[in-house]
T-cell receptor, first 110, second 113 residues
């Protein structure tokens, strides 16, 4: 089983749609969780951290469910510029690294 | 000012050659990483350094040798390049090892021919 699993997609949605991505992780000792965004031929960039209480940043909402070991990202009112690959990232102090999921590709269309 | 910078951005070289990629961060972070992103776009950790000390070597062939002269720099030297080494190599840094977000360099696209 992969340490961090994501549906690779692609998710093709029209502008204005709401889309949700899920991610599951296998290490119950994981401590910190993030969503990164990667555009084609660019480096991954931090989109948002994911907190146990859930957090929102504009049109983006992230949730963490430790009991079920999954993380979600909700994007409301999708824009063309949201088209990218969204990477779920999990870390633990003992692992000393960030472990990436394979990414979920989002394509927002007119 | 670029927070994490790596050079070169593109590298095309023949099999059997030796090449280096340089990385520098000006964020004052203690931890630096090298990641490899293959053709399937999966980002895999190669090395992790904390305050110039090697923390992780994730079953990378001995042909890959990282060097950290100080905590702001982590260079990657690759000997006897093989076709399978073609990938994008990303350097990254984080404030602490393991549980804080990382910031990435722009990547080095290595093509071995």
């Amino acid at each position: 089983r992969k340490e961090v699993e994501q549906d690779p997609g692609p998710f093709n949605v029209p502008e204005g749609a709401t889309v949700a991505f899920n991610c599951t992780y296998s290490n119950s000792a994981s401590q910190s969780f993030f969503w990164y965004r990667q555009d084609c031929r660019k480096e991954p960039k931090l989109l948002m951290s994911v907190y146990s209480s859930g957090n929102e940043d504009g049109r983006f909402t992230a949730q963490l469910n430790r009991a079920s070991q999954y993380i979600s990202l909700l994007i409301r009112d999708s824009k063309l510029s949201d088209s990218a690959t969204y990477l779920c990232v999990v870390t633990s102090l003992t692992a000393s690294k960030l472990t990436f999921g394979t990414g979920t590709r989002l394509q927002v269309t007119l | 000012d670029t927070a994490v910078s790596q050079t070169p951005k593109y590298l095309v070289t023949q099999m059997g050659n030796d090449k280096s990629i340089k990385c520098e961060q000006n964020l004052g972070h203690d931890t630096m990483y090298w990641y490899k992103q293959d053709s399937k776009k999966f980002l895999k950790i190669m090395f992790s350094y904390n305050n110039k000390e090697l923390i992780i070597n994730e079953t990378v062939p001995n042909r890959f040798s990282p060097k950290s002269p100080d905590k702001a720099h982590l260079n990657l030297h690759i000997n006897s390049l093989e076709l399978g080494d073609s990938a994008v190599y990303f350097c990254a840094s984080s404030r602490e090892q393991g549980n804080t977000e990382a910031f990435f360099g722009q990547g080095t696209r290595l093509t071995v021919v």
